[in-house]
């Protein structure tokens, strides 16, 4: 028993130390000099110490009066403690709705020496729910839920150190999506269940599934014709130095969320049947595949809704626009926008209901070879 629990300190170290090596590896290679990821011409934060004038005025565009106010104000800058003099303008079209008061937190833009308001602080206040859900996960995970907080961390590091710069740098796509979804399912699963044939078979059906994913989308990629650009946003980013594979990043933008529901399909299977080996040592592959078979039906239907919904979700508003300004449900359907994110629900659902028997075949297969551990 001692010497599993130092054997798992280990493990649990070496992982870490890899863990980390990887991500400041890939951030040395990726590093560039895009201003986003060099601080040039970045953001000051600052607080409104003073209200100085207040300007409103209206015009119309196609019969519709609008209004305008621009606020002029004063603001001490966090990083000197300069005060500075700023403008906000606020219009139906600004997307900023609340003018800003004494004490406000915000930040501020400098274009050639002349300042203007840019957002609300709001990172601090969303901290506070942060620290909520961390410690809420240590009080009912115990030492699980540390691990699962060193795997979020090295996750996100994956995604903001070395995935985004990897594109910006011009670096394959394809190539990077595929090593950061490979590295985050290897490295949470061993943090979470260290070293064991429940991880590594959760490994091998998680993997199945990203590849699954990856293959469905460069076969319907050729069939429907995409061209990557959805909306602005890609517009946006066709602008930029370095040139950008569109069609790239809807394939990365698949795998890699479709990858959070197939972890949780292959974990779920893979633990589940580890539980029956363990409780009945004799069963035999048949037995045990026909339980994984049954297990994962149950996990389909509940899984593929909650994927279907979440990518409906995170498009609701552009959707709805969309309807207003096509002419038929038709054309709304053939919207590249609604495809693409149809696309990926279909996908992300197709790599669960794959995923469930591969993994369910693979933990029959390696479960019953030799004494589970």
């Not at 035999?284 to 919904?309: A, Q, V, W, Y």
């Not at 590249?336 to 996908?347: F, K």
């Not at 794959?354 to 551990?373: E, F, G, Q, R, V």
Request: hydrophobic share 50%; net charge positive.
């Amino acid at each position: 028993m001692k010497f599993l629990k130092n054997k798992n300190i280990i493990v649990w170290i070496i992982n870490f130390i890899i863990s980390a090596a990887l991500i400041f590896v890939g951030y040395k290679i990726t590093k560039n000099k895009y201003i986003a990821l060099n601080g040039e011409g970045a953001s000051l934060e600052a607080t409104v110490t003073e209200i100085i004038n207040k300007n409103e005025s209206s015009y119309e565009v196609d019969g519709k009066t609008n209004k305008t106010i621009e606020v002029l104000f004063k603001a001490k800058l966090k990083k000197d403690g300069k005060i500075i003099e700023a403008t906000q303008t606020i219009d139906d079209f600004s997307g900023t709705y609340k003018i800003v008061e004494k004490g406000n937190k915000i930040l501020i833009y400098n274009s050639q020496g002349t300042y203007y308001f840019g957002d609300y602080v709001r990172a601090n206040k969303i901290i506070i729910l942060a620290i909520a859900f961390c410690i809420l996960l240590i009080a009912l995970g115990g030492i699980k839920g540390i691990n699962t907080l060193v795997s979020l961390m090295f996750t996100c590091a994956s995604i903001f150190i070395f995935f985004l710069p990897s594109i910006l740098s011009g670096f394959n796509i394809y190539i990077s999506a595929i090593i950061t979804c490979i590295y985050i399912i290897i490295m949470t699963l061993v943090f979470i269940n260290g070293l064991s044939k429940k991880t590594l078979t959760t490994i091998l059906g998680c993997i199945f599934g990203v590849i699954t994913a990856g293959i469905i989308f460069v076969i319907m990629n050729k069939i429907l014709y995409l061209t990557g650009i959805c909306c602005e946003d890609e517009l946006y980013l066709q602008m930029l130095d370095v040139k950008i594979n569109l069609k790239a990043l809807i394939f990365a933008a698949i795998i890699i969320s479709s990858m959070g529901a197939v972890m949780d399909v292959s974990m779920d299977i893979s633990s589940s049947l580890f539980e029956i080996k363990v409780h009945k040592p004799n069963i035999s592959f048949k037995e045990m595949l026909k339980s994984g078979l049954n297990i994962g039906r149950d996990i389909m239907g509940t899984m593929s809704n909650t994927l279907i919904l979440a990518f409906i979700g995170k498009s609701l508003s552009t959707v709805l626009l969309i309807m207003t300004y096509s002419s038929s449900i038709g054309e709304i359907l053939n919207k590249e926008l609604i495809i693409v994110n149809t696309l990926e629900a279909l996908i992300g659902s197709l790599s669960i209901l794959l995923t469930a028997p591969i993994t369910s075949i693979i933990c029959s297969y390696i479960y019953n070879k030799k004494k589970t551990s």
